[in-house]
C-alpha cells in the first residue's frame, strides 16, 4: 500500500524555539497533503490543506504565520511551528493524497512534539 | 453541534463478543464515509469506507443511512486485537476534507 513517512516522529524543545516537521509520500505522487492536530482525547482536526507548489488553506482559527506550510514538491511537505509555546504540544500528523476527492488518503505516522 | 459526533465509551466487551457502535453526522452534503481505527499513540488507519448498502469486511459490517445521518459499525466475535478506538469520519468541503469524530473506544478482554 501507500506508504507517508513524517519525521521526526518525536520532538522535545524549549519554549520559542521553531520546529519544522517533515511529511513524504515515497512511492506516489501526492498532489494534495494535509496537516491535522490531535490533543489527548481529542479528534483529529484539520489545520491547513496544501496542494504542490500553491499556497496552503488554512481551516479557521489556525494562524498561517504561526504554523508555516510549504509544499513545494509532489512528495514532500513541511509544517513549521514558529515560536512554539507549550500550548502549541500535540501530536502532529500529515496525510497525502494522489489527487481528487475519490481518492484515499494515506496518514504519516505522526509526531509528538513537546513544548517544555 | 459537533459536525461528527460519537459516544466516547470505552465500551468493555469480553472476547467473542458482538458489539456496535454509532455515529451522526452533521452536514447532508457529505459523499464519502470511513471507519478508521487508531491504536494509542498512534496514527488512524483506514478500516473501511461505508456506503449506503452496507458492506461487510470479515467480522466488521458497515451502515450509513442519508436519511438520518447515521452510521454504524458491528464487529462480530470480538478479538483483544480490536481493543482500539474507532474514529468515524465523513468527507466535506473541497479537496478531499476529512472531518473527524472523536471516536470511541473499545477494550476487549480476555
Same mark, same amino acid.
Request: hydrophobic share 30%; glycine share 2%.
Given at each position: 500500500g501507500a506508504v507517508v513517512s513524517q519525521h521526526p516522529s518525536r520532538v522535545i524543545c524549549k519554549s520559542g524555539t521553531s520546529v519544522k516537521i517533515e511529511c513524504r509520500s515515497l512511492d506516489f505522487q501526492a498532489t494534495t497533503m494535509f496537516w491535522y492536530r490531535q490533543f489527548p482525547k481529542k479528534s483529529l482536526m484539520l489545520m491547513a490543506t496544501s496542494n504542490e507548489g500553491s499556497k496552503a !488553506?488554512?481551516?479557521?482559527?489556525?494562524? $498561517?504565520? $504561526? @504554523? /508555516? +506550510?510549504?509544499h513545494a514538491s509532489l512528495t514532500l #511537505? !513541511? /509544517? !513549521?511551528? !514558529? #515560536?512554539?509555546?507549550?500550548?502549541? #504540544? #500535540? @501530536?502532529? +500528523?500529515?496525510?497525502?493524497s494522489a489527487g481528487d476527492s475519490n481518492q484515499p488518503q494515506h496518514f504519516g505516522d505522526g509526531t509528538r512534539l513537546s513544548i517544555l | 453541534r459537533k459536525e461528527v459526533e460519537q459516544d466516547p465509551g470505552p465500551f468493555n466487551v469480553p472476547e467473542g463478543a458482538t458489539v456496535a457502535f454509532n455515529c451522526t453526522y452533521s452536514n447532508s452534503a457529505s459523499q464519502s464515509f470511513f471507519w478508521y481505527r487508531q491504536d494509542c499513540r498512534k496514527e488512524p488507519k483506514l478500516l473501511m469506507s461505508v456506503y449506503s448498502s452496507g458492506n461487510e469486511d470479515g467480522r466488521f459490517t458497515a451502515q450509513l443511512n442519508r436519511a438520518s445521518q447515521y452510521i454504524s459499525l458491528l464487529i462480530r466475535d470480538s478479538k483483544l486485537s480490536d481493543s482500539a478506538t474507532y474514529l468515524c469520519v465523513v468527507t466535506g468541503g473541497g479537496y478531499n476534507k476529512l472531518i473527524f469524530g472523536a471516536g470511541t473506544r473499545l477494550a476487549v478482554h480476555p
Open positions: !488553506t488554512y481551516e479557521q482559527g489556525v494562524e $498561517k504565520d $504561526k @504554523f /508555516l +506550510i510549504n #511537505s !513541511t /509544517l !513549521t511551528v !514558529t #515560536s512554539a509555546h507549550p500550548e502549541d #504540544s #500535540s @501530536f502532529y +500528523i500529515c496525510s497525502a | -
